[in-house]
């Protein structure tokens, strides 16, 4: 997969931000909690990886997710934390924990720019954006695989591809600012992933390349103007979809949105959601 990409010669800070800004009132209103969502922050055992620990209990990075999922009604507790795992994933397991590793977040932070990039001839990516974007898919991702197993929610296919397609989902429901940072910042991380990643067609999880544009045919089919630029007939050099992928967004889309609806939205509190909805995130 060959990108354009051009660094722009600026300094970055030694430290990242994954806040999700929201106002004091909404941070302090316990119906902004989902009661069902118990949240942990394993310290690692290897110190490696202490910095990151700390940065992620800093920005209350957890703490964010359970405002984020407050209307989502579960059937019982689930735990979701942030662990040392041995390995970049730690597979969920029905009944057990979501586990977010801090060695999959150490590989987001080594692969994002250090600065803002143009990626193709539309397309700015800075490193927030980069980091921001990878993290939230990733939570959203994992958490989603227990929502499944929850909701008892049918999966056809492998079960990695849906819970990318309903984070994927999520991240487009709540304004464009929130899309743009969330869906170019993955997407950044997925093509420096994939430019060097072995594909093993025996591995339940997708071919990192394949995530990228699968998560970039969601985009597009949810809003073709905000993400135009992804069209084989956009104007300029640019990274884009294949004709053939591309004229199918639309309707991949909607059978996303048409599943959501029909599976998880019964569990949703529809006025929590709108509360949610009218949050400042990622600011």
């Given at each position: 997969?060959?990108?354009?990409v ?35 922050y ?32 579960l ?5 979701v ?6 390995a ?58 227990a ?18 397609k ?39 999880r ?63 509190d ?14």
């Amino acid at each position: 997969m060959k990108l354009i990409v051009r660094a722009t010669v600026l300094a970055c800070a030694a430290t990242w931000s994954v806040a999700i800004t929201t106002p004091a009132a909404a941070q302090g209103s316990p119906e902004l909690r989902n009661s069902q969502i118990e949240t942990v922050y394993v310290e690692p055992k290897d110190t490696a990886f202490t910095p990151i620990y700390e940065r992620l209990r800093k920005r209350r990075v957890l703490e964010q997710l359970e405002l984020f999922l407050a209307p989502l009604r579960l059937p019982r507790k689930v735990q979701v934390k942030i662990d040392q795992c041995g390995a970049p994933f730690a597979d969920y397991k029905p009944g057990g924990p979501v586990t977010i590793c801090y060695e999959y977040i150490d590989q987001i932070e080594k692969l994002a720019p250090g600065g803002p990039v143009l990626f193709g001839s539309a397309w700015i990516t800075t490193r927030d954006d980069a980091l921001v974007g990878a993290v939230v898919i990733t939570v959203l991702h994992e958490v989603a695989h227990a929502v499944f197993d929850l909701l008892k929610v049918p999966v056809w296919g492998r079960e990695d591809d849906a819970a990318d397609k309903v984070a994927g989902f999520i991240v487009l429901q709540f304004g464009k600012e929130v899309a743009w940072r969330t869906i170019t910042g993955v997407a950044w991380f997925l093509s420096q992933a994939s430019e060097n990643a072995r594909v093993n067609y025996a591995d339940i999880r997708p071919a990192t390349a394949q995530r990228f544009y699968n998560i970039l045919c969601i985009a597009y089919g949810s809003d073709t103007k905000t993400f135009g630029f992804l069209s084989p007939s956009a104007s300029g050099q640019t990274v884009y979809l294949p004709a053939k992928r591309a004229e199918d967004c639309k309707y991949e889309y909607a059978q996303i949105k048409s599943g959501f609806e029909k599976t998880i939205m019964p569990n949703v509190d529809p006025d929590l959601l709108k509360k949610v909805q009218a949050m400042e995130w990622l600011k």
